[in-house]
């Protein structure tokens, strides 16, 4: 079983930061590669970052480049997203997401979503 919960979300001013965390409370001993999506409002779902645990490689969408650092802790069984240099357009529900694959597009799918958490980012 996989039940992912995330945290760390809230009201930040622009150019702040907020890290999030997404910890696999389930218990399945499997290990699926992790990442983040997020949901503005009237938007669709869009892919935000992941880290493929194969190879250690990470991809970003373009939006979040520079800004936004995804790692992990495999002993905790944890995702993170730390989130630098907040601007108004990162405002969305950010969605934790497990066994994620890339497909032949380039868009990504995962097979198990968090609830989300809400990050607001003030002008």
């Known amino acids: 079983q996989v039940q992912l919960v995330e945290s760390g979300g809230g009201l930040v001013q622009a150019g702040g930061s907020l890290k999030l965390s997404c910890t696999n409370r389930g218990r399945s001993l499997s290990t699926y590669a992790m990442g983040w999506f997020r949901q503005a409002p009237g938007k669709e779902r869009e892919f935000v970052a992941t880290?493929?645990?194969?190879?250690?490689?990470?991809y970003y969408a373009d939006a979040v480049k520079g800004r936004f650092t995804i790692s992990r802790d495999n002993a905790k069984k944890s995702v993170y997203l730390q989130m630098n240099s907040l601007k108004p357009e990162d405002t969305a529900v950010y969605f934790c997401a497990s066994h994620m694959v890339r497909n032949l597009d380039g868009t990504w799918s995962a097979d198990n979503w968090g609830q989300g958490t809400q990050v607001t980012v003030s002008s």
């Open positions: 880290r493929v645990w194969d190879d250690e490689s990470t």
